[in-house]
């Protein structure tokens, strides 16, 4: 039960767009179409962004999306605006009803 | 609204006991897997434990197996975790959230537990 693969920073200029990988295996990212990215601002509980892989929940603005390929999930934030700036963590399904976090990524806008 | 209040935390001693609650508000409750999250200070998520909507199905990260027993109370909409034989590595802010289908739409805000002698 190894955590999930993040960088551990990037950072952006406002209007950039960034991406943000989360690099599994094939018993966990490789296998389902599962992972979900939250955000986190400091002493703040997580908000979920993105579902199963590339869905938005109602409310989150359209400038997040996210994608897979093989064993890596990707998080991409277009449009950057200071309020992005946060904590961002991967989560997938990794069999037998167990869940997996990423290690997080701290987003910071330049 | 959706509410998700966790109680309980605190300082314990090595070694020790702590039971957290989960009260849960403005959603049907008994209808979804729920979890705890784990958070060490300055540190990311970890995926603690998950339970069935009837709790007859209980899954455990290998660090607290055999140590930690989540439970619910589906007609007091809440949602519970025996934490025994705690140990310094224990010490998080310690988040419920509700689990539809693999996503975690709700978070409580955490209560901490420290453990430390």
């Known amino acids: 039960q190894s955590a999930l693969t993040q960088p551990a920073s990037v950072s952006g200029s406002p209007g950039q767009s960034i991406t943000i990988s989360c690099t599994g295996t094939?018993?966990?990212?490789?296998?389902?179409?599962?992972v979900s990215w939250y955000q986190q601002h400091p002493g703040k509980a997580p908000k979920l962004m993105i579902y199963e892989g590339s869905k938005r929940p109602s409310g989150v603005s359209n400038r997040f999306s996210g994608s897979k390929s093989g064993n890596t999930a990707s998080l991409t934030i277009s449009g950057l605006q200071a309020e992005d700036e946060a904590d961002y963590y991967c989560?997938?399904?990794?069999?037998?009803?167990?869940?997996?976090f990423g290690g997080g990524t701290k987003l910071t806008v330049l | 609204e959706v509410q998700l209040v966790e109680s309980g935390g605190g300082l314990v001693q090595p070694g020790g006991s702590l039971r957290l609650s989960c009260a849960a508000s403005g959603f049907t409750f008994s209808s979804y897997w729920m979890s705890w999250v784990r958070q060490a200070p300055g540190k990311g998520l970890e995926w603690v434990a998950n339970?069935?909507?009837?709790?007859?199905?209980?899954y455990y990260v290998d660090s607290v197996k055999g140590r930690f027993t989540i439970s619910r109370d589906n007609a007091k909409n809440s949602l519970y975790l025996q934490m025994n034989s705690l140990r310094a590595e224990d010490t998080a802010v310690y988040y419920c959230a509700s689990l539809e289908a693999v996503r975690y739409d709700y978070w409580g805000q955490g209560t901490l537990v420290t453990v430390s002698s």
């Open positions: 094939s018993s966990d990212v490789g296998s389902y179409n599962l």
């Open positions: 339970i069935k909507q009837d709790g007859s199905e209980k």
């Open positions: 989560c997938s399904y990794a069999g037998s009803s167990t869940l997996m």
